[in-house]
């Protein structure tokens, strides 16, 4: 968490979002009270609480949580705006940045399966903008596409329920013509979390952790590189990455666990291009959920990938000593092309501490191994496959129009999504409004099934997905994630069309 | 001046494309012996001796890129027995039989048209007829993305369109495809785009003969 130098938004902060000036300490209380239902996360209030006492450190800030404005059940109704601050995105440098009710990240919006969620929006910034909900099935017009801007000053009330089955780590971002990378870098993302009233992992205490990259000049203002420059080019191909890696807008955090505590940690990287290969020092991890929510059951891996804009839920299990630190990296992963590929490349670097508190073991809480059924989607039941071809910059050879639509399907079908990689470097690859099963990788099929809004396409691989487009028609996006390719018209327009009505029988 | 070579260059753009279609069209109609002047064009232009098989053609490997270390190439400062010099780019010839996961057939077949014409990387370069030769104008990216160094396109780009298409042809269809995974050339950020200059380049199409290193020949 980052807070504002002066907060610039006091009348709307004082309602809206106390954290912007607040500690976060007193933040959480509040925001805890106002919605009363959020037991993991007291828990792990309660933990951290504790630990303070026992001296291991426990730096990282959770986003506040967006203040429910109304008092009815199902109803979730909050206020957001972006506007331009001046707060520290690097540590020290108070610099111009846009922020979500003046804070970055911003506000994390909780809501539960089934809640009808109003967003009262307003664009404070300078420039259009909008905000896209990524992941979340919704309707089309209120998904924050580029084809739907906000202008500077205008209000917008996004409108949508919440699906059930839907529960999962959720992230929301502005996604205005050719600009989302620039304001995404300037400040602009924010945790969308949905609860399922079911929740097998309920009971285990809770953290967030948002990822991201950045850099900056000496001043402290945010670094874009002159387009025509080498590092332009660099950015152009490789996607904008920063060299300085952040969890939660901080640098370095420490996170405290007790030993033989069990915490379920919900990652988002909100990186314009980097790809996180996680790995904790002396920790497998058990992987339980992706974008959509959580697998059927937990996996144990080393280390696991996540691309832009991916999600993961994941089960850490504390089985150091009290006392004992282990660091959470982003250890080497090559998506680059060799023209373009980073010469630091190879170099892990640290993103959290982990730090034992020294308080003895307690007992270890059993994980479930049934997390929830997902029915794999049938590839018999397809009735078409687009086949997507993906080439630097461009899709089916393409560049973006939005007067234009390149995919046309059906509401109610079953179809494949067949997304070629032509060139040397990784293409994550984003469907809007619907979630997908990825089926297979490079002809590999995937080992369980589970639901994804990204696939991280790797060099000249061929991943087919499977997607039924059970609900909302019209206009969607489909692109690469890494913000610069997007930008640039790495993306195309899938339209969803209501069937034609059958014909009426004659008298 | 500046109108005047703009105004040929754009002529000669309508005369290439207006050529493109007609010998597109008749390629149709005799694809083999497209294919086989394509196959001679391949050969006689030695393809193999940087992109694999070498003679025979008969040899499982024909046109299926680098296979050793030994075939780098190393571009820049260095050299094999100076490999640290900087700055230093090792390009490696692609694999170029139709094979859909590592070799070109994925590629339209005017994408490498597009390749040995311009230069232009065909993954990286829209599938569309190319009605410039200067990159920004008509529809030639305004930021290429050019094949890595030796491949001479340079020179080759003057063979006619009808030459070209039928190497592309060959490629595509004429040949088996090979699974031979190469990776990709290193190089500068820009895609060569600085070393590829128009006036690096030359002038295309070709000047008038002679120009000021030649003569007409003696009329006897």
Redesign the interface.
């Known amino acids: 968490m980052i807070y504002p130098e002066r907060p610039t938004l006091m009348r709307r902060a004082s309602r809206s979002c106390v954290a912007c000036i607040g500690v976060a300490a007193s933040l959480m209380v509040s925001a805890r009270t106002v919605r009363g239902q959020h037991a993991a996360q007291d828990r792990a209030n309660a933990v951290s609480a504790s630990a303070v006492r026992t001296g291991a450190p426990d730096t990282l800030r959770q986003p506040p949580i967006l203040r429910n404005l109304s008092r009815k059940r199902g109803t979730v109704e909050v206020e957001l705006t972006a506007s331009v601050v001046r707060l520290a995105l690097k540590p020290g440098a108070p610099t111009e940045a846009f922020a979500f009710n003046g804070s970055v990240p911003g506000p994390t919006i909780d809501v539960h399966e089934g809640d009808r969620v109003i967003v009262h929006f307003r664009n404070d910034l300078p420039e259009p903008t909008t905000i896209h909900w990524h992941g979340l099935h919704i309707p089309a017009d209120m998904d924050g596409s580029p084809l739907a801007p906000i202008a500077p000053g205008a209000r917008y009330d996004y409108v949508f329920t919440i699906k059930r089955g839907t529960a999962g780590t959720y992230w929301y971002h502005p996604h205005p013509d050719m600009r989302s990378g620039y304001q995404i870098a300037k400040g602009l993302f924010g945790a969308f979390i949905v609860r399922a009233a079911d929740d097998p992992l309920k009971s285990v205490p809770e953290k967030l952790l948002i990822l991201s990259d950045n850099r900056f000049r000496a001043d402290g203002t945010v670094d874009f590189a002159e387009p025509r420059s080498?590092e332009g080019?660099?950015d152009?191909?490789n996607g904008r990455e920063g060299d300085l890696l952040f969890v939660n807008g901080q640098l370095a955090p420490s996170l405290r666990i007790r030993s033989g505590q069990l915490q379920r940690w919900r990652v988002i990287n909100v990186a314009a291009s980097r790809v996180f290969r996680l790995a904790l020092d002396n920790h497998r991890l058990l992987h339980v959920g992706s974008d959509g929510g959580l697998f059927e059951r937990p996996v144990e891996v080393g280390q696991i990938d996540l691309a832009n804009s991916e999600r993961v839920e994941l089960l850490v299990r504390g089985t150091g000593a009290p006392g004992e630190r282990a660091l959470l990296r982003a250890m080497p992963y090559d998506r680059y092309?060799?023209?373009?590929r980073p010469a630091d490349w190879q170099t892990p670097r640290d993103l959290l501490t982990l730090a034992y508190s020294p308080a003895p073991r307690v007992r270890a809480t059993a994980v479930p191994t049934t997390l929830r059924r997902i029915a794999p989607l049938d590839t018999l039941k397809a009735t078409a496959t687009h086949v997507i071809?993906l080439?630097?910059?461009?899709i089916n050879?393409?560049?973006m129009d939005m007067h234009r639509v390149d995919e046309h399907a059906s509401l109610g079908a079953t179809e494949i999504w067949q997304v070629?990689n032509?060139?040397?470097m990784d293409h994550p690859f984003h469907l809007h409004g619907f979630q997908f099963q990825v089926i297979d990788r490079?002809g590999v099929p995937e080992p369980f099934p589970s639901w994804k809004d990204v696939v991280n396409v790797r060099k000249?691989e061929?991943v087919r997905i499977i997607v039924r487009y059970d609900d909302f028609p019209g206009l969607w996006m489909y692109h690469c994630h890494i913000l610069d390719h997007e930008d640039h018209g790495m993306m195309g327009v899938l339209e969803v069309r209501s069937p034609p009505p059958p014909p009426r029988e004659l008298p | 001046m500046k109108s005047t070579s703009s105004s040929l260059v754009s002529c000669s753009a309508l005369v290439v494309a207006l050529l493109m279609f007609v010998s597109h069209a008749a390629s149709s109609q005799t694809a083999r012996d497209t294919i086989v002047l394509g196959r001679q064009l391949v050969i006689d232009h030695a393809c193999a001796g940087c992109h694999g098989g070498l003679n025979p053609i008969a040899n499982v490997k024909w046109l299926a890129g680098r296979q050793s270390p030994l075939q780098d190439f190393y571009i820049g400062a260095c050299t094999p027995v100076a490999p640290n010099a900087k700055p230093c780019?090792?390009t490696r010839p692609r694999n170029i039989t139709p094979d859909?996961?590592?070799g070109i057939g994925?590629?339209s077949e005017r994408q490498i048209f597009n390749a040995l014409r311009f230069g232009l990387?065909p993954?990286?370069?829209?599938?569309?007829t190319i009605t410039s030769m200067t990159p920004g104008q008509g529809n030639f990216p305004a930021?290429p993305?050019y094949l890595a160094p030796p491949m001479p396109w340079p020179e080759w780009r003057y063979m006619s369109d009808r030459e070209l298409w039928a190497i592309a042809a060959y490629l595509k269809r004429g040949v088996k495809p090979v699974t031979n995974?190469v990776?990709?050339?290193?190089?500068?950020?820009?895609?060569w785009a600085s070393a590829y200059t128009p006036a690096e380049l030359g002038p295309y199409p070709m000047p008038p003969f002679p120009m000021a290193s030649e003569q007409e020949p003696a009329s006897k």
């Open positions: 080498s080019m660099r152009e191909v092309v060799p023209q373009t071809v080439s630097q910059g461009l050879g393409r560049m070629e032509l060139v040397g490079a000249h061929i | 780019f090792l859909n996961a590592t994925r590629f990387r993954g990286e370069t829209p599938d569309v930021n993305r995974k990776e990709d050339s290193e190089g500068p950020p820009d895609f």
